[in-house]
């Protein structure tokens, strides 16, 4: 049941976005200078060391724990949502201090290039490159894992796919929250939760679609994963919440990587809007989700996949 926090949390989210969308220009790159502003104000976790790092010209972050005495070798590598078409660092610092707080372990934060400037396959290949650095700096696949949210959370399923292609070793687990994985909006959530999800509109979902690829392109397996064949993935856990427009996305996905045999969590949590987790300590239900996230990631650290 969602939490008396969490329900007022919820009709102040929804009444923000309406007046965030009436205020903020369409231009994409104000929209984005709107976004950096507004989340700068967010407070980020004590006890996290941020290092800037350059990976092939693309900027990123590391989130070190202070807690991580041990100077443990296993890796999150982080990549963000926004519909492809925005985000960086400072919208999902809070959000990845948290994480990386929680885990104990260290995160790499990726700035992949964005559309419409970059679109696919810019992202991909930005965040195939990521892994591939971080392998040659001596860590291996077993203590790498995949994490990231909305496109971030498809963009993880895709790299993954692009790694087994490639025969390019797979990181140890894949951790997806609320992904955005199929870009043709097929699942009847878009209609059932319209009226429940208080920040995604199909309309706007499908309008970025076209800016990071061609309408043909839609239905790529590495655009829209839930057409790809989904064999030899990672374990694989999936956090959506009940009221998403992208609910059936996560199910579909979740689907068919078990009818291919695949190890894959899904975990549906009620009352719950996209992306809960970026609300960090205010709500009860986004420090449970990450601490689920953590003991997922626990199972598998270590565990060499083929």
């Known amino acids: 049941m969602l939490s008396f926090r969490g329900r007022l949390i919820k009709r102040a989210l929804k009444a923000s976005v309406t007046l965030w969308k009436k205020r903020t220009p369409r231009n994409i790159k104000l929209y984005r200078t709107k976004l950096d502003q507004m989340a700068k104000r967010i407070p980020v976790t004590r006890d996290v060391e941020m290092q800037s790092v350059s990976i092939n010209g693309k900027n990123a972050e590391w989130l070190i724990p202070s807690s991580n005495a041990e100077q443990k070798q296993s890796t999150i590598l982080y990549l963000h949502g926004g519909a492809y078409i925005t985000g960086s660092v400072f919208t ?22 964005l559309a419409p400037e970059h679109p696919f396959p810019a992202a991909l290949e930005d965040a195939v490159d990521a892994y ?3 392998l040659n700096q001596g860590i291996p696949s077993k203590q790498i894992a995949l994490a990231g949210d909305s496109a971030g959370g498809g963009l993880c399923i895709s790299t993954a796919l692009m790694l087994r292609d490639r025969q390019i070793p797979l990181p140890a687990s894949i951790a997806c929250i609320s992904p955005w994985v199929d870009l043709l909006h097929s699942g009847a959530s878009h209609q059932n939760n319209a009226r429940l ?12 679609a076209l800016q990071y690829t061609d309408p043909s392109n839609l239905r790529n397996p590495y655009v829209s994963p839930i057409y790809a064949d989904l064999q030899g993935l990672p374990p694989v856990l999936i956090q959506v919440g009940s009221d998403e427009i992208l609910l059936d996305d996560a199910v579909t996905l979740a689907k068919k990587i078990e009818q291919a045999k695949g190890d894959v969590q899904l975990r549906i949590w009620q009352g719950m809007w996209h992306v809960w987790h970026i609300t960090g300590g205010v709500l009860p239900e986004a420090g449970k989700a990450v601490l689920e996230i953590r003991d997922f990631l626990d199972q598998h650290w270590g565990k060499q996949n083929k």
């Open 132 to 134: 591939q650095w971080l």
């Open 197 to 208: 999800d208080p920040l995604l509109i199909t309309d706007d979902a499908k309008e970025a």
């Open 92 to 113: 999902h610092r809070a959000l990845c201090a948290t994480i990386t707080k929680k885990t104990d372990r260290r995160l790499l934060f990726l700035e992949y290039r």
